[in-house]
């Protein structure tokens, strides 16, 4: 725990109040869970694509 507070004192979320500190990460951790979401659908459903480059 030690670790993550030093993490976020010489972050630039140590300037920030606590309540934003936690909104800030809540969205961050949203957004890599869907990012790892749109990962795995693409990896599972991927093969299905018709993927066409051109004009």
């Known amino acids: 725990m030690d670790v993550l507070k030093e993490i976020y004192w010489k972050s630039a979320l140590g300037i920030l109040p606590n309540p934003i500190k936690s909104l800030v990460l809540l969205i961050f951790s949203a957004i ?24």
């Open 32 to 55: 890599v869970a869907i990012l790892f979401t749109m990962l795995y659908l693409l990896l599972k459903h991927g093969h299905y694509l018709n993927v066409q480059f051109g004009y």
